[in-house]
């Protein structure tokens, strides 16, 4: 037994609590408040995983979110690999399991490799597994790779919620300097925020001495906080600051101690104090990647916070004062105490009950699975249960660093400290350099003195000053033995030493090349000694060295925090007709067509749609068919300008169009692609109606606003896009006009006051319809427009009409035989991005129009003119054969290599013609009519005879039938 | 000279604590003049360089790079290696690239890491499927190994994608290229960089261009901050910037740049083995030989050069992630962070010769640059060496935007970069 | 999260906007156009690094103005309305 729990102390665990956890098979005791590492140790056990790459034994190395070494895969619900023993609450009935190991962290199966470390340096994949081929050699390496499992039988226990956030001042810590600039913050009257990574606040403080205007530090944290919160400011608990975003926008992690799952904060406060504290480093010797060794700061820690006494033989290794403290502490709670400092002068006073020795540094660890003692750098060698190390302190700039801070390297720190201010943030205590209380009160009063007056005071430090002497330890080139910088990835000083000696020199090859800093703690505890020695190597100073970029997030931050709500359709809302649950009644089988849901057909599902598709294209040619259009464009163009406006936006001349008449024209881009088509309602002198593909109304409507406001003036045309503020319900068929007289639309319907391309007015149950004679079948069809909320009642009308037409109801695939019957193209999938619009028949206004629109001088270049452009046309196959696949390509033989000429767009088995029909765009297609060509799908060639597109009704009387 | 990479070779260094091993390139002094400059030391750079010295005997050639190599966009993509293209030119240029790609590690002699394990681009519907058909009978009849995936293949391959039955993003097939893959970025720019530099190129780091120097109406060296250094030919190859760099020149080019978000979960064990794209959340992923979840999605739709992540793109990049695979709720966010990349109005790169004579292109690669190296290296070089271009180039050139005669692959096949 | 600030609604977040292109692009009439010249208005770009004047439009309210802006620091220096003219 080393490592053990103390009967009195432990000020964050509540002994009333008792919790129990299994850790790798074995139960754990513990108290509430404990983290699974604090409780770990006070279970003595040492070690909780393993390394990355040699699979080394690894021990629980600090008591924070730097931890490298002690990662554990939480299982059930909360399920999470790769968790952080050192932060991950202890809980009842937790399940844990060290990662990398197998079976489990002290008899892993893989701990082999180690022996082998030589043969496999960094790097050491990119100069072997060559030959035969690196495919023999990469299933058994990638078995390797990883660290935690993903749980596969695991289930989402919800969304996780987000929250945003305003505030005056956001303070990122709650130890001294944080409590203190926000008291100061909260005092010139602004609204504050608090934040801390820990679950009590107090950072350092938590288990440093300090005594702050009179009082013991835990009495002036809990005043402050008790003063912050009566002023109404926030304070969160267990939240860490990952970002700093674009605009000072901090993304927050907030952990909850219950089940609910981390939330994520986007935060926008006007001025940010960064009090993010100093993470301790390491020292470099050998196999100092042993259990048993952790950082001093951390084992004060446990000692204080957890009642922890991390051993009973405790070799303390330092390079500054700050370790004195810890060694005093750990020596009073009964410890065998030897401090080994590597300076000879310049030391604080020896602490009572502790060995002191000077100018000596650790040169090895010795032991195995955990650490047995230590070999001096003069060959003395102390037996030790446990090592504690602190190299000086890396104050923690991430966050300014992400906000493009620059640094400034401070020799007597040893550590880069921020440098000039970045706007709207501030840095105040340890992370800016800060020593004593008072250094660190006087930074916070500067972080918050441009905000203004503040009524409170300044606190003042009353108690015995942490003094901040230290010497720089850096990992030294040539050393002995194998000295870890990065511990979860198992990079040593030879790792960096050869990474230098093959010129990867540069900050950031060095952590590419030997993966340095990579690892889930991105580097917290080894990207400075990792540089650090690359510049003694190379004869640089450290800040000629430079350091990598700061990236989000500091800490991993759950997937699901990102995410949120949006999940399933929250994640990518579809859009729904005003008459979906009627058309659900009626038996619709939904789908999404261009971000919209709409009945596919109605009734037969599976195997059985085909045929109810079918029946509903050949019953819609019979007598009369009812097809829901409401997700059509209809987008309003108004004004003085309004005819002029549309004549630019339209291929076709659209200001000759007389009012109450209708013309289908094309939409060009500028690069004279056809973009959208659709028909042109002219209502009257100044007011048209463009309608447009469903899935285009958007873009179609972005489009007019962008022309209106850049070329015409929003005085000369207005836009209106009044889509979903109208159903559009369309009655086609011969019997349609016979339907709609049944019903009665309060207009005259004879074919004299309402043809074919007009518009009429009318009403229905005291609600103004339009009514449109357009169509997209072939038939004579009307669509009717008419307000969304009163749409229903005229659908069941013209339902309950059409019952003496056996009218039918249709779905998008029964429309789509239809059009295609007729040729009639649907813009996207009849053509692509390259189809312009004389490749679909139209010619004329290309080559007559002499007034200016969108596109048209890109209908005139090299790649427009081209003789061989591909074209719509019709493709029959013969008789009895199945219809041609949708996708398949027309072939042509050139110099014995295969070639596409074109593509099949849509293909459908007729029903009213009894074989199958197809469009396609083939090349010279429209000059090739009769002409037989091989249409190839998936490796199968068929034949097909290029016609025109139009299958059906080529005359058009049906129009008028 | 250069030790050779081997099994072997490792294995003796081994013994010998690794101390033998030398410069993996050269970092000389450059020198006031060379044969050719190649600008950008990324992948396409190098290669440039690699393939000048090596195809065409042309080896006093400098590498100018006014950072680390590789530090742009090669080293901040997604990794990922396919030539599952649409259009004949595209397929002439990204198969020559993935042809070369699966002989690099030999060629270079350095493990570029190249996993065929496949990609596969779903359908989320009928009228994707129909595109899909499409696109995979054109890859076919280009000779590109193409096959449309069933959902019951998809399934297969990438048994933890969400199959339930009310999934936002339903599987109804996929286009699936079996021979497409990852390689390990980092390895390429440095195994390139390795081989030139052994081939006599000088690879000069730290070193911006800061002018041109322009005789005679002709591109005749550069000034940087390492001093002037002049050649008569010049190939840019600096994704990202090659507007800066154009308007040097005094040109301007159809480029806008973006940021391209990238970023990695936590390492896990081995969960998914193949490339898996969904153009419903418009998400990529995969899992890397370390166990990462590399996830890739679309750009951040601002014009940037700051090479840094924003918070939104991310937010829909990794709830579409979540669409496709739930399981991967439970992992966290490790790292994340983005590159510029020149994005062109066809989404197809411009590899010629520039307005300014003596000065060649290699550039507007969109999000797709680091799959095309081999071949993006091989045509510069071509260009650089003879003056013109060869057939795989030419349908790139930069008058394209003139004739009209863009190479859409976006318009032809439907599907993103 | 980039804030910016629509003339006619204030700040706002970058998610409610939409890039427009280059401000001053002005659009050459005509079928006879010099291709070069209508190439250059439809594809070619000035993509500066540093302060950039762009077309933005706030997708909220509908309306297209004039930024000017940082694409390097991200810093917003200006925005406004278009004037009468074509967007300059």
């Not at chain 1, 300014?400 to 709207?424: C, H, I, M, N, Y």
């Not at chain 1, 149950?765 to 229903?792: C, K, L, P």
């Not at chain 2, 680091?370 to 060496?385: E, M």
């Not at chain 3, 933005?56 to 004037?83: I, Q």
Request: aromatic share 8%; with cysteine; glycine share 12%.
């Amino acid at each position: 037994m080393t490592a053990s729990r103390l009967t009195t102390g432990g000020s964050a665990i509540d002994r009333s609590r008792p919790i129990r956890f299994n850790f790798d098979g074995t139960t754990v005791q513990g108290f509430a408040g404990d983290t699974i590492a604090s409780a770990l140790l006070a279970n003595d056990v040492a070690v909780v995983g393993r390394s990355f790459k040699y699979h080394r034994p690894r021990g629980i190395w600090g008591a924070g979110v730097e931890e490298p070494n002690a990662l554990v895969d939480v299982g059930g619900p909360q399920a999470t690999p790769n968790t952080r023993a050192t932060t991950e609450p202890a809980r009842d009935g937790l399940v844990a399991k060290s990662v990398n190991a197998t079976p489990n962290a002290l008899a892993d199966r893989n701990a082999f490799l180690d022996r082998f470390s030589r043969f496999i340096p960094a790097a050491f994949y990119y100069k072997t597994f060559m030959w035969p081929d690196w495919h023999m050699f990469e299933p058994r390496i990638r078995a390797m790779a990883g660290l935690g499992k993903v749980d596969t039988d695991w289930t989402s226990p919800g969304t996780a919620d987000q929250i945003n956030h305003h505030c005056d001042v956001l303070v990122v810590g709650a130890g001294p300097a944080g409590l203190a600039a926000a008291r100061m913050a909260a005092g010139a009257g602004l609204s504050v925020t608090l934040v801390d990574d820990q679950r009590n606040p107090g950072g350092s403080l938590g288990h440093r001495a300090g005594e702050i205007d009179g009082k013991p530090a835990a009495v002036w944290i809990e005043e402050t906080v008790a003063e912050l919160a009566a002023g109404g400011h926030l304070i969160l608990p267990s939240t860490t600051a990952f970002g700093i975003y674009d605009h000072n926008l901090v993304g927050l992690n907030q952990r909850h101690l219950d089940r609910r799952r981390d939330t994520l904060w986007r935060v926008r406060p006007r001025q940010i104090v960064l009090a993010t504290g100093a993470i301790e480093r390491p020292l470099p010797f050998a196999n100092n990647d042993l259990p048993g060794i952790l950082s001093a700061d951390a084992a004060l820690a446990y000692l204080r916070r957890h009642a922890v006494l991390v051993g009973r033989r405790i070799v303390v290794a330092t390079n500054n004062d700050s370790a004195y403290e810890v060694a005093s502490a750990l020596a009073e709670a009964g410890a065998d105490v030897t401090l080994v400092d590597i300076r000879r002068d310049g030391t604080p006073d020896t602490p009572a009950k502790v060995r002191l020795v000077k100018g000596r540094a650790l040169a090895a660890a010795n032991g195995k699975l955990r650490v047995g003692g230590v070999t001096l750098d003069d060959g003395t060698r102390l037996d030790a249960d446990c090592v504690l190390v602190s190299g000086g302190c890396t104050p923690t700039i991430h966050l300014f660093g992400q906000a493009k801070g620059k640094l400034t390297w401070s020799e007597a720190r040893a550590a880069f400290l921020p440098g000039d201010p970045v706007d709207g943030i501030s840095v105040a205590g340890a992370a800016a350099g800060a020593v004593s209380l008072s250094e660190v009160f006087a930074g916070s009063e500067k972080a918050v003195a441009s905000l203004g007056q503040t009524k409170a005071a300044v606190p003042r430090s009353t108690g015995p000053e942490a003094t901040g002497g230290m010497a720089a330890a850096w990992p030294l080139p040539g050393s002995k033995g194998r000295i870890w910088i990065d511990y979860q990835n198992d990079v040593t000083v030879k790792d960096i030493e050869l990474a230098a000696r093959e010129n990867f020199v540069s900050v950031e090859h060095l952590k590419r090349y030997t993966t340095l800093g990579m690892a889930t703690d991105q580097g917290k505890t080894s990207n400075l000694p990792g540089l650090a020695l690359m510049a003694g190597i190379t004869g640089r100073t450290v800040p000629e060295v430079g350091t990598t970029t700061y990236r989000p997030p500091f800490t991993p931050v759950p997937l699901a925090s990102f995410a949120g709500a949006r999940v399933g359709e929250l994640m990518a809302p579809v859009r729904r007709l005003p008459l979906e649950n009627v058309h659900r009644s009626s038996g619709a089988v939904f789908q999404e067509y261009g971000g919209w849901l709409r009945p596919a057909h109605y009734g037969g599902r599976d195997a059985d749609a085909e045929r109810a598709i079918q029946d509903e294209a050949l019953r819609a040619r019979k007598s009369v068919a009812l097809f829901d259009g409401s997700t059509l464009g209809k987008i309003e163009v108004i004004g003085p300008k309004a005819a002029e406006f549309v004549d630019f936006l339209y291929y076709n001349t659209m200001s000759t169009l007389k009012p109450g008449r209708c013309r289908y024209g094309f939409m060009l881009s500028e690069n004279g692609v056809v973009f959208d088509d659709g028909v042109l309602v002219r209502l009257d002198e100044h007011r048209f109606v463009v309608s447009c593909s469903s899935s285009h109304v958007t873009a179609v409507h972005a489009r007019l606003e962008e022309w209106r406001q850049d070329r015409f003036g929003r005085d000369a045309v207005y836009i209106h896009n009044a889509t979903s503020e109208m159903a559009t319900l369309t009655v086609s068929g011969p019997n349609a006009r016979k339907l709609l007289e049944a019903v009665g639309l309060g207009l005259s319907l004879d074919d004299a006051a309402l043809p074919h391309m007009t518009v009429g007015h009318g009403s229905y149950a005291g609600n103004e319809v339009r009514v449109t004679r357009v169509s997209f079948t072939g038939d004579r069809s009307y669509e009717i427009s008419i307000r969304a909320d009163r749409a229903e009642p005229l659908w069941a009308q013209l339902r309950q009409a059409g019952q003496a037409f056996e009218a039918v109801l249709i779905g998008l695939e029964a429309l789509m035989i239809l059009r295609a019957e007729k040729g009639f193209i649907v813009i996207g999938k009849d053509t692509d991005g390259t189809t312009l619009p004389h490749d679909l028949g139209s010619e004329g206004p290309r080559t007559k129009r002499q007034t200016e629109y969108v596109g048209r001088r890109s209908l005139f270049t090299e790649e427009a003119s081209r003789n061989n452009r591909m074209q719509l046309v019709g493709l029959t196959v013969p008789q009895g054969e199945a219809p041609l696949p949708t996708g398949a390509h027309g072939i042509k033989r050139e110099n014995g290599k295969l070639h596409s000429q074109g593509f099949v767009t849509s293909s459908y088995q007729s029903p009213t013609l009894g074989r199958p029909i197809a469009l396609g765009l083939i090349e010279r297609g429209a000059t090739r009519h009769g002409e037989t060509i091989e249409i190839q799908h998936l490796g199968k060639v068929r034949k097909a005879m290029i016609a025109a597109p139009c299958a059906f009704d080529p005359a058009g009387d049906r129009l008028n039938a | 000279m250069t030790r050779r990479y081997s099994a072997l070779s490792l294995f003796k260094e081994g013994l010998a604590g690794q101390t033998g091993w030398k410069q993996a390139w050269r970092s000389p002094e450059p020198k006031p003049a060379y044969d050719a400059i190649v600008i950008g030391g990324g992948g396409h750079g190098l290669a440039t360089a690699y393939y000048l010295a090596r195809n065409h005997g042309i080896a006093r050639v400098a590498v100018l790079e006014k950072g680390w190599i590789g530090g742009g966009n090669t080293g901040r993509n997604t990794t990922v290696v396919r030539s599952n293209y649409y259009y004949p030119e595209s397929v002439e240029l990204y198969g020559l690239a993935h042809r070369l790609y699966e002989g690099l590690s030999k060629d270079l002699n350095y493990n570029v890491m190249l996993s065929q394990r496949g990609m596969v681009n779903l359908c989320h519907s009928t009228a994707e499927m129909e595109v899909g058909a499409r696109t995979v009978n054109a890859m076919q009849i280009n000779g590109i190994d193409a096959e449309l995936f069933s959902p019951e293949d998809v399934r297969r391959v990438a048994p933890i994608y969400n199959f339930s039955p009310d999934a936002r993003f339903p599987v109804f097939g996929g286009i699936w290229q079996g021979r497409a893959g990852t390689a390990r970025h980092d390895a390429v720019a440095w195994g390139y960089a390795r081989a030139a530099s052994r081939l006599g190129v000088d690879i000069i780091q730290n070193c911006e261009i800061t002018d041109f120097v322009i005789e005679g109406g002709r591109c005749r060296g550069v000034q940087t901050t390492r001093g002037t250094i002049r050649a008569d030919r010049i190939g840019m190859a600096v994704a990202g910037h090659s507007s800066v760099l154009a308007a040097k020149a005094g040109f301007r080019l159809p480029i806008n740049s973006y940021a391209l978000q990238a970023c990695v979960s936590e390492p896990v064990k081995p969960i998914l083995d193949t490339v898996v794209l969904s153009p419903g959340t418009g998400v990529y992923v995969s899992q890397s030989d370390k166990g990462e979840i590399v996830i890739g999605g679309g750009l951040d739709r601002i014009p940037s050069y700051a090479q840094r992540g924003n918070l939104p793109t991310l937010e829909t990049v990794i709830a579409g992630l979540l669409e496709m695979f739930p399981i991967f709720g439970q992992l966290k966010l490790m790292r994340q962070w983005a590159g510029i990349v020149d994005v062109v109005p066809d989404s197809s790169p411009i590899i010629g010769p520039s307005p300014l004579p003596n000065l060649f292109l290699n550039c507007g690669w969109g999000t797709g640059g680091f799959k095309a190296i081999p071949a993006g290296g091989t045509l510069l070089a071509n260009l650089l060496a003879t003056g013109k271009h060869n057939d795989i180039s030419r349908p790139f050139d930069l008058d394209r935007f003139a004739t009209g005669r863009l190479i859409d692959e976006a318009a032809g096949s439907g599907i993103a970069h | 999260m980039q804030l910016f600030p629509c003339p006619f609604c204030g700040p706002r977040d970058e998610t409610e906007f939409h890039y427009g292109g280059d401000a001053g692009n002005a659009r050459p009439d005509g079928a006879d156009v010099p291709i070069d010249r209508w190439a250059g208005y439809l594809y070619l770009r000035g993509n500066p690094k540093g302060s950039a004047h762009e077309i933005w439009v706030h997708m909220t309210c509908g309306e297209f103005f004039v930024m000017e802006r940082d694409t390097v620091t991200h810093k917003v220096l200006s925005s406004a309305a278009l004037g009468g003219e074509h967007a300059a």
